[in-house]
Antibody
Framework: QVQLVESGGGLVKPGGSLRLSCAAS????????MSWIRQAPGKGLEWVSY????????NYADFVKGRFTISRDDAKNSLYLQMNSLRAEDTAVYYC?????????WGQGTLVTVSS | DVVMTQSPLSLPVTLGQPASISCRSS???????????LNWFQQRPGQSPRRLIY???NRDSGVPDRFSGSGSGTDFTLKISRVEPEDVGVYYC??????????FGQGTKLEIK
């Protein structure tokens, strides 16, 4: 069955960096667009970024543009999110998601806490 | 940006009774390919979101048939014909037509009266 397992979350100071990873299994990873969606504690869902197949293009929500970079390694069935210049408002659970317009499978999420 | 507005935000329901959640978008969700990318998600307490409905009215595999989606253009509805205990959670609509960014409604919290 489809599995998406995120890792790399943790506590980081404002202005710091973190790299999230997502290990995918149970489907042909290279055939799918992949996304990151986040959820601040007790809040709703918010799109962060997505990447196309073959890494041809990627898109970002305005609030992370220039700070976050999405990437993928199809040989390793893995998705990444490099997060720089982190702010307190970036504190959230970050979900790795298969798909974009119709996101189907979600990981369990990894918590990123930005605090001094 | 397309704004998705759900109502109500809180929905107390008696077991076995129907429930309905409305979702309105600030722009039509009909995409250039003719499809309407409106999804519904359920998030049970402590769990990741789970997709229930895609393209307005298509139920995902394993989703009970008491869940149904309808609507067009800018107005959409999720209905539960008879609420069961396992339906407790937060329900989100999401549009996948317009980027940037794809967007979610604020969420509707369903609880048992």
């Amino acid at each position: 069955q489809v599995q998406l397992v995120e890792s790399g979350g943790g506590l980081v100071k404002p202005g710091g960096s973190l790299r999230l990873s997502c290990a995918a299994s149970g489907f042909t990873f290279s055939d799918y667009y992949m996304s990151w969606i986040r959820q601040a504690p007790g809040k709703g869902l918010e799109w962060v970024s997505y990447i196309s197949t073959s890494s041809r293009y990627s898109n970002y929500a305005d609030f992370v543009k220039g700070r976050f970079t999405i990437s993928r390694d199809d040989a390793k069935n893995s998705l990444y999110l490099q997060m720089n210049s982190l702010r307190a408002e970036d504190t959230a659970v970050y979900y790795c998601v298969r798909g974009t317009r119709e996101p189907l499978n979600w990981g369990q999420g990894t918590l990123v806490t930005v605090s001094s | 940006d397309v704004v998705m507005t759900q109502s109500p935000l809180s929905l107390p329901v008696t077991l076995g009774q129907p429930a309905s959640i409305s979702c309105r978008s600030s722009q039509s969700l009909v995409y250039s390919d003719g499809n309407t990318y409106l999804n519904w998600f359920q998030q049970r307490p402590g769990q990741s979101p789970r997709r229930l409905i895609y393209k307005v009215s298509n139920r995902d595999s394993g989703v009970p048939d008491r869940f149904s989606g309808s609507g067009s253009g800018t107005d959409f509805t999720l209905k539960i014909s008879r609420v069961e205990p396992e339906d407790v959670g937060v329900y989100y609509c999401m549009q996948g037509t317009h980027w940037p960014p794809y967007s979610f409604g604020q969420g509707t919290k369903l609880e048992i009266k």
